[in-house]
């Protein structure tokens, strides 16, 4: 499975972003995939991941309030609304697919990773 994430940029605190991700492979309904960030000098970070099944799980509950994840398995995409952004979201962001299918908050379970896309949020 590859993994090509897109849609960061620069965005006011308060402003929203959609993150895309593109997976190749025939098998991308089987597998759980995921949104991880980093930010400078931070270690990475859960922030939500959907199952196979469409079920989802968020990192708390603030980012589940402010944060959807969603999956289209027709077209091998999964998307992560922000809304609400904050400067503490700032951070690139790393779609993840795991081959077990049900989800994960821990990094090192995710088999494949995208190339990580750069959101800034300014205050």
């Known amino acids: 499975v590859q993994l090509q994430a897109s849609g960061g940029g620069l965005v006011q605190a308060g402003g929203s972003l959609r993150l895309s991700c593109a997976a190749s492979?025939?098998?991308?309904?089987?597998?759980?995939m995921g949104w991880f960030r980093q930010a400078p000098g931070k270690e990475r970070e859960f922030v939500a991941v959907?199952?196979?099944?469409?079920?989802?799980?968020y990192s708390d509950d603030s980012m589940k309030g402010r944060f959807a994840i969603s999956r289209d398995n027709a077209k091998n995409m999964v998307y992560l609304q922000m809304t609400s952004l904050k400067p503490e979201d700032t951070a690139v962001y790393y779609c993840?697919?795991?081959?077990?299918?049900?989800?994960?908050?821990?990094?090192?379970?995710?088999?494949?990773w995208g190339q990580g896309t750069l959101v800034t949020v300014s205050s």
């Open positions: 492979g025939r098998t991308f309904s089987n597998y759980a």
């Open positions: 959907v199952n196979s099944r469409g079920g989802s799980i």
């Open positions: 993840a697919a795991d081959h077990r299918g049900f989800g994960s908050r821990f990094w090192a379970n995710y088999n494949y």
